[in-house]
């Protein structure tokens, strides 16, 4: 069993500009918005990356978003409910980007799955 890294960081934000400036000025973390596939600002932060994702329903104040990097996110979500963890959201596909999944831990924590798109050598 490999020790895998936490790979992407989300931190909900009420105002992702408002965010991304106060880490800036605070921690010295670049940032960057993209409008597709959805509104969202993207932070580099020492080696993790992140994001900032506006509030809703799936992102609260505090519920910060760790993404874990599997190979297979498929055979990772039967290992999370045969430990007695629970699939929050199935795997789905960022465009582009990659594929993840959420899920929780046996005490209700919410985490992710993350796995790349294979970029072809060139």
Same mark, same amino acid.
């Given at each position: 069993? #490999?020790?895998?890294?936490?790979?992407?960081?989300?931190?909900? #934000? #009420?105002?992702?500009?408002?965010?991304?400036?106060?880490?800036?000025?605070?921690?010295?973390?670049?940032?960057?918005?993209?409008?597709?596939?959805?509104?969202?600002?993207?932070?580099? #932060?020492?080696?993790? =990356?992140?994001?900032?994702?506006?509030?809703?329903? $799936?992102?609260?104040? %505090?519920?910060? +978003?760790?993404?874990?990097?599997?190979?297979?996110?498929?055979?990772?979500?039967?290992?999370?409910?045969? +430990? %007695? =963890?629970?699939?929050?959201?199935?795997?789905?596909?960022?465009? %582009?980007?990659?594929?993840?999944?959420?899920?929780?831990?046996?005490? %209700?924590?919410? $985490?992710?799955?993350?796995?790349?798109?294979?970029?072809?050598?060139?």
């Amino acid at each position: 069993m #490999a020790n895998r890294s936490i790979i992407h960081l989300e931190i909900p #934000a #009420a105002n992702r500009k408002v965010s991304a400036e106060f880490y800036d000025r605070l921690f010295g973390w670049s940032f960057q918005d993209m409008a597709d596939p959805m509104p969202y600002t993207t932070f580099k #932060a020492g080696n993790l =990356g992140g994001g900032f994702p506006e509030l809703s329903d $799936m992102y609260k104040p %505090g519920d910060i +978003l760790p993404y874990v990097e599997s190979e297979d996110i498929d055979t990772d979500l039967r290992q999370v409910e045969r +430990l %007695g =963890g629970k699939l929050l959201a199935p795997k789905m596909e960022i465009p %582009g980007v990659g594929w993840f999944a959420l899920f929780s831990d046996p005490t %209700g924590n919410r $985490m992710a799955l993350f796995t790349p798109n294979m970029q072809p050598a060139g």
